[in-house]
């Protein structure tokens, strides 16, 4: 019955609040008046302004994919093989930016000066999705015997060759998968896109919100098939160079393989990349809490004040008090779906030999536009089953978003447990239940609450659906950074700034936390 569970909870929960949704949007879109009609999917391909769209779309994740690997393999190779002091909290740093909302990185550009240009948009794009090639790369280069490389030296290999000989295959695998995870967030980027790009540089994301919030059905469910279609096709084109590129591996201890800076080549790598990732990541974040004190009277506290009386007279206008507990209490409520759904799922994953399957699936939500699985929300949910007015849907969006964190962390923790521990207790008498409480469970927690923290981080700056579905007078925190950057003045600006910083500080606490609880290098990422 618990298999059963484990299996029937997760995919009850994506049957119905993502495969539902989804399908009544695009049907709604592709059977207008109860007959079938493909003409705007192929409207994708001959229309000269959506092929426009889409080519922008592709192109512009490729080079933010490209720019993010050279950015961050070295940081990658620092954190995972040189031993120095506050190595643990340049890696949680390195982090933060991964799950800072897309409007706090937007905000933080704006704030450095830039405006709508593509430029901005590839360096926000490198900024963002520099933690996850750090830690997916990072994860099994820490793990790879050193001595392999040492020999090549000796032999008389130079640094290049021993790289591009030894290193590089092995790292291939990683490399792949983080390459295969930055495109698909670039390829589905819609905050950054939206607030950086301005209405020459839209793409398919963006391109849905406007047609779907234009009541274009048609032309946004024919974009969101052609946006599915092209993730899936890429991600099975990343699966098959993995495939390939498999290696055998003698995989050590992470304390084995780390070693003291020694040497000019070391120190000098070392210097660079702390350098180059405080100005990289440092900077935008540090220029816009700059910003939010900078006032027209001085250094102050003016722009947070502003949050509780700027646009009192409108009908949009939110007290930021009342903004952030929104943003908190669906955080929260995220969260808890999130491991209710999550924590089944990460069991039935590590210990079925189909739960592969599971765990794509889960993956699915990542992949199609939350513009229009929220939309799906407000088609769907009508009466009986009419949740449309209820603030439930926000969390429950939120955490379709987290749920396949929450399974990927909390996998490699289970999947770790000494199965002696069971055996060994299975001979003192234990039950299977008790068995799965007592040995199970107390170790899977400790995953299953770092999956936690990145679910209530990831939910904090969730915008995409959360500009659908929330009501107008209870906004989270990055749908009123939004109004207030779509307002002209300094005011407003300023306001924005300062309801971000307060955004990055949740943001920055969430992962101090997720720090605390994580179980060695287990569920790393």
């Keep these: 019955m618990r298999r059963v569970a484990f299996w029937a909870i997760p995919v009850a929960f994506l049957g119905f609040f993502f495969v539902y949704p989804v399908v009544t949007i695009i049907g709604r879109g592709l059977w207008p008046g109860g007959h079938l009609d493909l003409s705007p999917v192929g409207g994708v391909i001959t229309d000269p302004s959506l092929r426009g769209i889409l080519w922008f779309t592709v192109w512009q994740a490729a080079v933010s994919t490209v720019l993010t690997l050279l950015v961050a393999l070295p940081a990658a190779f620092v954190i995972a093989r040189l031993q120095?002091?506050?190595?643990?909290?340049?890696?949680?740093?390195?982090?933060?930016?991964?799950?800072?909302?897309?409007?706090?990185?937007?905000?933080?550009?704006?704030?450095?000066?830039?405006?709508?240009?593509t430029t901005a948009i590839l360096l926000a794009h490198v900024f963002f999705n520099v933690a996850v090639v750090v830690r997916t790369v990072g994860g099994l280069w820490s793990h790879l015997d050193p001595r392999q490389e040492d020999a090549a030296r000796v032999l008389g290999?130079?640094?290049?060759?021993?790289?591009?000989?030894?290193?590089?295959?092995?790292?291939?695998?990683?490399?792949?998968?983080?390459?295969?995870?930055?495109?698909?967030?670039?390829?589905?980027?819609?905050?950054?896109?939206?607030?950086?790009?301005?209405?020459?540089?839209?793409?398919?994301?963006?391109?849905?919100?406007?047609?779907?919030?234009?009541?274009?059905?048609?032309?946004?469910?024919?974009?969101?098939?052609?946006?599915?279609?092209a993730t899936v096709a890429m991600l099975v084109v990343a699966g098959r160079l993995q495939g390939r590129s498999d290696v055998a591996m003698d995989l050590q201890p992470v304390t084995d393989t780390?070693?003291?800076?020694?040497?000019?080549?070391?120190?000098?790598?070392?210097?660079?990349?702390?350098?180059?990732?405080?100005?990289?990541?440092?900077?935008?974040?540090?220029?816009?809490?700059?910003?939010?004190?900078?006032?027209?009277?001085?250094?102050?506290?003016?722009?947070?004040?502003?949050?509780?009386?700027?646009?009192?007279?409108?009908?949009?206008?939110?007290?930021?008090?009342?903004?952030?507990?929104?943003?908190?209490?669906?955080?929260?409520?995220?969260?808890?779906?999130?491991?209710?759904?999550?924590?089944?799922?990460a069991f039935a994953v590590a210990r079925s030999r189909r739960g592969g399957a599971l765990d794509v699936g889960l993956a699915l939500p990542l992949g199609v536009s939350a513009v229009m699985v929220g939309f799906g929300f407000l088609i769907a949910f009508d009466p009986p089953v009419d949740l449309r007015s209820s603030w439930v849907l926000v969390p429950i969006a939120h955490a379709l978003v987290a749920i396949p964190f929450v399974v990927r962390i909390a996998v490699p923790v289970i999947r770790a447990i000494d199965p002696r521990l069971r055996e060994a207790a299975a001979v003192l008498g234990a039950s299977p239940r008790t068995i799965w409480r007592?040995?199970?469970?107390?170790?899977?927690?400790?995953?299953?609450?770092?999956?936690?923290?990145?679910?209530?981080?990831?939910?904090?700056?969730?915008?995409?659906?959360?500009?659908?579905?929330?009501?107008?007078?209870?906004?989270?925190?990055?749908?009123?950074?939004?109004?207030?950057?779509?307002?002209?003045?300094?005011?407003?600006?300023?306001?924005?700034?300062?309801?971000?910083?307060?955004?990055?500080?949740?943001?920055?606490?969430?992962?101090?936390?997720?720090?605390?609880?994580?179980?060695?290098?287990?569920?790393?990422?």
Excluded: K, W
Excluded at 302 to 319: C, E, H, K, M, Q
């Design 258 to 345: 780390a070693r003291a800076v020694r040497g000019r080549g070391d120190r000098g790598l070392l210097i660079g990349v702390l350098v180059s990732a405080a100005a990289l990541l440092g900077t935008p974040i540090a220029v816009l809490v700059v910003r939010s004190f900078d006032t027209a009277h001085g250094f102050g506290f003016d722009f947070y004040r502003a949050l509780s009386t700027l646009r009192a007279d409108s009908v949009l206008f939110v007290p930021p008090v009342e903004a952030i507990g929104n943003s908190l209490l669906y955080a929260t409520a995220a969260t808890v779906i999130a491991l209710l759904v999550g924590g089944p799922a």
């Design 438 to 525: 007592e040995v199970d469970l107390p170790v899977a927690a400790r995953g299953l609450m770092v999956g936690a923290g990145f679910a209530f981080a990831i939910s904090l700056g969730e915008f995409g659906a959360t500009a659908f579905i929330a009501r107008p007078d209870r906004p989270t925190l990055p749908v009123v950074i939004f109004r207030l950057l779509g307002q002209p003045g300094a005011q407003n600006f300023g306001a924005a700034m300062a309801a971000s910083t307060i955004l990055v500080a949740l943001t920055v606490a969430a992962m101090l936390g997720i720090e605390r609880l994580r179980a060695g290098e287990l569920g790393a990422f």
């Design 84 to 117: 120095f002091r506050g190595r643990a909290l340049v890696r949680a740093l390195m982090t933060v930016p991964f799950v800072l909302p897309t409007v706090v990185v937007a905000s933080s550009f704006r704030a450095l000066g830039f405006g709508p240009s």
């Design 157 to 229: 290999a130079t640094r290049l060759r021993v790289f591009t000989s030894i290193t590089l295959p092995a790292l291939r695998p990683a490399i792949l998968a983080a390459a295969s995870i930055v495109y698909l967030f670039c390829f589905t980027s819609f905050g950054v896109i939206l607030i950086l790009g301005g209405p020459s540089r839209a793409t398919l994301e963006t391109e849905i919100f406007r047609q779907a919030t234009q009541l274009n059905l048609e032309t946004a469910a024919a974009l969101s098939i052609a946006q599915l279609l």
